[in-house]
């Protein structure tokens, strides 16, 4: 049964940083390329970044290059989001998603209906 489990939100100020996890079982971690999405309050949901099965190639959004950086540990299974400068636009609930299959580029046109984790809530203010 696939599981995916987000942690390492909570409040920050702007300017702040904070890195996401999301620890990945029940199926075969290092075939799948994996994304993060977010949807902030009365929002829909958001591609942030995704990144290749051996971490050969990462794609991120426009709105947090350069701030956001996507990475994973596939003998740990577990996927990363270090989230640097943070903005009040950057409020959400942050979720990760199984891609459904190795290379990123399927998972865009499809963040929508992917499996993703419960999600962890990141406030920023002041």
């Known amino acids: 049964q696939v599981q995916l489990v987000e942690s390492g939100g909570g409040l920050v100020q702007p300017g702040e940083t904070l890195r996401l996890s999301c620890a990945a079982s029940?199926?075969?971690?290092?075939?799948?390329?994996m994304t993060w999405v977010r949807q902030a309050p009365g929002k829909g949901l958001e591609w942030v970044s995704g990144?290749?099965?051996?971490?050969?190639?990462?794609i991120t959004a426009d709105s947090v290059k350069g701030r956001f950086t996507i990475s994973r540990d596939n003998a740990k299974m577990t996927l990363y989001l270090q989230m640097n400068s943070l903005n009040s636009e950057d409020t959400a609930v942050y979720y990760c998603?199984?891609?459904?299959?190795?290379?990123?580029?399927?998972?865009?046109?499809?963040?929508?209906?992917?499996?993703r984790g419960q999600g962890t809530q990141v406030t920023v203010s002041s």
């Open positions: 998603a199984k891609c459904p299959e190795a290379y990123v580029g399927s998972c865009q046109s499809v963040f929508k209906s992917l499996l």
């Open positions: 029940g199926f075969a971690f290092s075939n799948y390329a």
């Open positions: 990144i290749n099965s051996f971490q050969s190639s990462t």
